[in-house]
Antibody, heavy 118, light 108 residues
């Protein structure tokens, strides 16, 4: 059973870079799956941020592409999100998730709230 | 990029049938997945590949997909079904994960 756990600062200052990590257990990240990040601003819907295939290919939401980097660390069996130049609009619960190619999102982390504020 | 459109809200009395739609260009050619999200919780898959149910999901949850509309149907609605529901597809042309805007189901 794949388990995902997000970690990172809960408070980030405007204009700085938001950095989150998702630790994967129960499965080797290099074996397959697409690994992604999804966020949900307070009271709003789900927004896909981007995803990375186990081979390293990345896919980003066009609306965030200029600010997003997703990477994989196979040695630690984890993947990471960096979102630069954050503003209050980036305040959200951030989820890490995993899915196979055409499959639904099978696995979700519990989510972590990141607040952008000075 | 591909867009999915859901009604913001649907209201239904207990015991009745709720239908939540998800519109998209030729969505019938894609596999649609539906998630239920309750306050403070991560989404939970309730229907996948248009009409299949994960284990543990009641038979009251069903789905269909044709033309430009996919539909999640919840029969014999219970108070515990009150939640936000999101449709989702994988856009094969871009490899993007696409979500609908979500529908709040209110049980009257």
């Amino acid at each position: 059973q794949v388990q995902l756990q997000e970690s990172g600062p809960g408070l980030v200052k405007p204009s700085e870079t938001l950095s989150l990590t998702c630790a994967v257990s129960g499965y080797s990240i290099s074996s397959g799956y697409y690994w992604g990040w999804i966020r949900q601003p307070p009271g709003k819907g789900l927004e896909w941020i981007g995803s990375i295939y186990h081979s390293g290919s990345t896919y980003y939401n066009p609306s965030l592409k200029s600010r997003v980097t997703i990477s994989v660390d196979t040695s630690k069996n984890q993947f990471s999100l960096k979102l630069s130049s954050v503003t209050a609009a980036d305040t959200a619960v951030y989820y890490c998730a995993a899915k196979d190619l055409k499959a639904p999102i099978d696995y979700w982390g519990q989510g972590t709230l990141v607040t952008v504020s000075s | 990029s591909y867009v999915l459109t859901q009604p913001p809200s649907v209201s239904v009395a207990p015991g009745q049938t709720a239908r939540i739609t998800c519109g998209g260009n030729n969505i019938g050619s894609k596999s649609v997945h539906w998630y239920q999200q309750k306050p403070g919780q991560a989404p939970v898959l309730v229907v996948y590949d248009d009409s299949d149910r994960p284990s543990g999901i009641p038979e009251r949850f069903s789905g269909s997909n044709s033309g430009n509309t996919a539909t999640l149907t919840i029969s014999r609605v219970e108070a515990g079904d009150e939640a936000d529901y999101y449709c989702q597809v994988w856009d094969s042309s871009s490899d993007f994960w696409v979500f609908g805007g979500g529908t709040k189901l209110t049980v009257l």
